[in-house]
């Protein structure tokens, strides 16, 4: 039997047909894990090089961090902070005419080695003030960050400024666990001292 070539066509056609059909259902699920394989290998290339990068920063890291310990107070287990750095805060804020209305120190809160002690202060003063104020606070030998501070204006005060704000004391302790009760705290407290590297 001769096959015609319109039949040998339709035939090479249809096996053709067949074949991408066949390509289409077996390759559709390995053409997405490869796009994905390609996708996770950009990826691990962006990590690698970001890795690279932090490596060859190395030695600027560990100075940031030494002048990080040397800024971190170290106090004895048994002494409550809260006297020191309200001491530390009302003498910044008096220095530049910043008034505290309002301290509500909260309790102390162990973060891994650290410890932070927030502080909840309303104010009231000018905007000259306020930034002499915010920048005394980060020139002291303690670490104290500033949180959620809001600023408006006093209702007929001209160019007067009040808010609150939320000051985070951080240091260390001695022994490493959290104070022993009040009653075995020393009742006058010494300023800390830096932590040695």
Known sequence: MKLSSREVGLGITTGVLLLFGLTFLVGASKIKVWQERIETQ??????????????????????????LHTRLSRYPVTMDVTADYLKILGRVAKDNSITLVQIK?????????????????TWEGDLNGLVHFLYALEQENVTMDMEDLSVSLVAGGKGRLKGNFTLMCIYTREGGGPPVSETNAPT??????PLAI
């Open 42 to 67: 950009k990826a691990q290339v962006r990590r690698i090089e970001v890795s690279k990068r932090l490596v060859g920063d190395r030695a600027r890291w560990d100075k940031r961090l030494a002048d």
């Open 188 to 193: 006058k407290s010494k300023p800390g001292s």
């Open 105 to 121: 120190p909260q309790k102390e809160k162990p973060q891994g080695d650290c410890y932070e002690m927030p502080v909840d202060c």
